[in-house]
């Protein structure tokens, strides 16, 4: 099993930013390729972004494209979600995930983490 543990979220103003962590555990992480999902009240997880094993491909749903930057420190055990120019929309429960595949669907996800919240105040 792998475990993944989330922070870094907090409450912040439309327009700020925050970078959230992902920490992983196991001594082959940096095979893994890792997704970012979030997930508001009432409503279904969504794809963020995703990142190859190597850090060296990246890809962004439309919502966050040219926000969001993904990365990760393989050496660390660790992948970073930067976020920038906040919306209120982007207020929601952030997870981090690990896959063997390049894809925007959850259920091609293996292993999640318990999530970390972020709020964007209005």
């Known amino acids: 099993q792998v475990q993944l543990v989330e922070s870094g979220g907090g409450l912040v103003q439309t327009g700020g930013s925050l970078r959230l962590s992902c920490a992983a555990s196991?001594?082959?992480?940096?095979?893994?390729?890792m997704g970012w999902f979030r997930q508001a009240p009432g409503k279904e997880r969504e794809f963020v972004g995703c990142?190859?094993?190597?850090?060296?491909?990246?890809w962004y749903a439309d919502s966050v494209k040219g926000r969001f930057i993904i990365s990760r420190d393989n050496a660390k055990n660790t992948v970073y979600l930067e976020m920038n120019s906040l919306k209120p929309e982007d207020t929601a429960v952030y997870y981090c995930?690990?896959?063997?595949?390049?894809?925007?669907?959850?259920?091609?996800?293996?292993?999640w983490g318990q999530g970390t919240q972020v709020t964007v105040s209005s």
């Open positions: 196991g001594r082959t992480f940096s095979g893994y390729n």
């Open positions: 990142i190859s094993w190597n850090g060296a491909n990246t």
């Open positions: 995930a690990t896959t063997r595949g390049w894809t925007g669907v959850a259920t091609d996800y293996d292993y």
